[in-house]
């Protein structure tokens, strides 16, 4: 357990906050590439998927990797904009609000989901869930004026 409460101390700096948007998404894409979509190295620590959500503005299909929160009973997954408490709402939430159906890749299975901000006291009870599985997440939302948004992800029919 000592190398999850390193990670953890690690990921709540503001060092790591400017270092690891530019490293870790660029890794996890490249190890995702080479294997086929079976790994991230960043899930080593929390589960993590490909997103695959539609530009806002663009409408070009845009990858992302990102840690996630699986929700195993009801088969779904909790992402959050947290951006490592950096000030502006990451990209990728911007995209799932204008075009809330994506597809994911979750250990190297494609699944269509579609996307649903949480919001009010639903956001809440899943915030208090995400806090007791990732504690850095009170770091960011600290660090940030902002609303950290959370997305619940379903799969499509």
């Known amino acids: 357990m000592i190398g999850v409460r390193v ?5 709540s700096t503001r060092v790591f906050a400017k270092v ?9 894409r ?7 979509g079976k790994v991230l190295l960043s899930a ?8 695959t959500s539609t ?15 699986p929700e195993e009973g009801a088969g779904s997954w909790i992402l959050v904009g947290s951006n490592f408490g950096r000030t502006g709402h990451p990209a990728w939430t911007g995209n799932l609000l204008a075009h809330p159906d994506a597809e994911i890749s979750w250990k190297g299975r494609d699944i269509p989901v579609t996307a649903v901000r949480l919001t009010g006291e639903e956001r809440a009870a899943v915030w208090k869930t995400l806090l007791a599985f990732w504690p850095p997440y009170a770091t960011y939302q600290a660090r940030v004026d902002r609303e950290i948004r ?3 992800l379903t799969p499509r029919a």
């Open 150 to 152: 959370l997305f619940r």
């Open 30 to 36: 490249a190890v995702h590439r080479l294997t086929r």
């Open 44 to 51: 080593q620590m929390l589960p993590g998927v490909i997103l």
């Open 55 to 69: 530009g806002a503005r663009s409408g070009l299909p845009r990858r992302a990797p990102l840690a996630c929160m």
């Open 7 to 11: 990670v953890q101390k690690v990921s």
């Open 20 to 28: 690891a948007p530019h490293v870790i998404p660029a890794l996890d």
